[in-house]
């Protein structure tokens, strides 16, 4: 879809829920502070992390999102999940546990220049260029090694994905008088009960 946004927050099409167990839990906007520290490695790889993998699957989906983070929904552990067309449309689904993100040197980075938005701060985009191709390596939820690696929203998602778990929103990247009206325009947007 050459020309249109790139959008982390909504894509069209993804209808999923049917394949999911988990519990849709509310997503946590900016400003808590689970958002804004860096979250804890997993260490144990038990039923507990696969009920919130499951529930992560189901609010992402109910949100109809690209991808999620544990601590947006309030849990402060490493842990992603996504669904996501990589440049060539091709979707990707998993979930990465500990996830290290590695992207090409400075030199070898091409740059996608597309909008950005985020389940955690709703009906607001911004552009944000991000390197264009992008891999985590980290361990599935079975304890065992993963690594994904890909193009376009998918390579903007891995980034935008282990930032949350940093405990950065994309926001936190952009120029300081945008990140200051994009927080204003969510923030009216929320007043007026309309979050979109
Ligand atoms: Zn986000």
């Known amino acids: 879809m050459p020309g249109e946004p790139v959008d982390l927050s909504r ?19 900016v400003g808590d502070p689970v958002l804004h520290h860096p979250c804890e490695p997993v260490t144990r790889f038990d039923e507990e992390l696969r009920a919130l993998v499951d529930d992560m699957f189901a609010s992402m989906y109910a949100a109809e999102g690209v991808g999620l983070a544990a601590n947006q929904i309030g849990v402060p552990l490493r842990v992603f999940v996504y669904d996501c ?33 985020c389940l955690s701060v709703p009906g607001q985009y911004a552009p944000l260029p991000r390197a264009d191709h992008a891999a985590v390596r980290g361990l599935d939820a079975a304890g065992e090694p993963v690594t994904v690696e890909g193009t376009g929203l998918l390579a903007r998602c891995l980034q935008h994905e282990t930032d949350h ?28 009960n309309s979050p979109l």
């Open 85 to 117: 067309p990589d440049a060539d449309g091709q979707q990707h689904q998993g979930v990465v546990v500990n996830p290290v993100l590695e992207l090409p040197e400075v030199g070898e980075r091409r740059l996608d220049p597309g909008d950005e938005g």
């Open 11 to 29: 894509h069209g099409g993804i209808r999923r829920e049917a394949l999911v167990v988990g519990e849709v839990r509310p997503i946590v906007h």
């Open 165 to 192: 778990l940093d405990g950065h929103l994309y926001i936190d990247r952009l120029p300081a008088k945008r990140r200051k009206q994009v927080l204003a325009a969510y923030q009216s947007a929320m007043a007026e």
